[in-house]
Nanobody
Framework: QVQLVESGGGLVQAGGSLRLSCATS????????MGWFRQAPGKEREAVAS????????YYPDSVKGRFTISRDHAKNTVYLQMNGLKPEDTAVYYC????????????????????WGQGTTVTVSS
């Protein structure tokens, strides 16, 4: 089993920054595509970032492009989400997700493509 544990959420004012962390249990971390998703109350879960197995390719939806950055540290088996210029609409529970990578450059913003999920960390952005 692959265990994912998110941390780093909290309360921040609009325009502020947070860095989320996702610690993984697998020793085969390099074999996994990693993603960050979020879900606000009453809304569908949506992707915010995905990164390929070696960290050289990342993809973002337009809603966060230029503000959020996903990265991974192979030595620590950890993936990060740096969030800058936060807006009230970014308020949500943020989830880390993982799936075994089928290709060298594979990334996915589709939540149904991921098998392993963390419990989430809450981000609240005040006006």
């Amino acid at each position: 089993q692959v265990q994912l544990v998110e941390s780093g959420g909290g309360l921040v004012q609009a325009g502020g920054s947070l860095r989320l962390s996702c610690a993984t249990s697998t020793r085969a971390f390099n074999n996994y595509v990693m993603g960050w998703f979020r879900q606000a109350p009453g809304k569908e879960r949506e992707a915010v970032a995905s990164i390929n197995w070696n960290g050289e390719h990342a993809y973002y939806p337009d809603s966060v492009k230029g503000r959020f950055t996903i990265s991974r540290d192979h030595a620590k088996n950890t993936v990060y989400l740096q969030m800058n210029g936060l807006k009230p609409e970014d308020t949500a529970v943020y989830y880390c997700a993982a799936v075994r990578s089928p290709t060298y450059t594979y990334t996915s913003l589709n939540s149904q493509d991921y098998y392993y999920w963390g419990q989430g960390t809450t981000v609240t952005v005040s006006s």
